[in-house]
């Protein structure tokens, strides 16, 4: 079932060890080493959004990596979903440039 009223953020999205066809939604020069929910959603917080962090989630093509879901009210966010993941990785990488 497709939940249209929330964005869902995997860590996956941000690993500069992952391909793009492995799940990275972002270009490798914004990517991070291990990125975790808890991570995202300071970033996302530092934004201005609100944030709801699910420790016990795992994506479901990186099953055996229990690395978190962030999920943020589809009203919060006025831009496309890959400007927003941009956004979040610029933050990101200032917070825990490695």
Do not use: C
């Amino acid at each position: 079932m497709i939940d249209k009223d929330r964005v869902f953020i995997w860590p996956l999205y941000f690993d500069i060890n992952r391909s793009r066809s492995e799940g990275r939604r972002i270009p490798r020069s914004l990517a991070i080493n291990n990125p975790t929910a808890e991570k995202i959603a300071i970033a996302l917080k530092k934004l201005g959004y609100k944030t709801e962090v699910i420790s016990s989630k795992n994506h479901p093509s990186d099953w055996f990596n229990y690395r978190g879901l962030v999920i943020i009210p589809k009203m919060q966010v006025r831009i496309s979903k890959s400007k927003l993941l941009k956004e979040v990785a610029k933050v990101l990488k200032e917070l825990y440039d490695s």
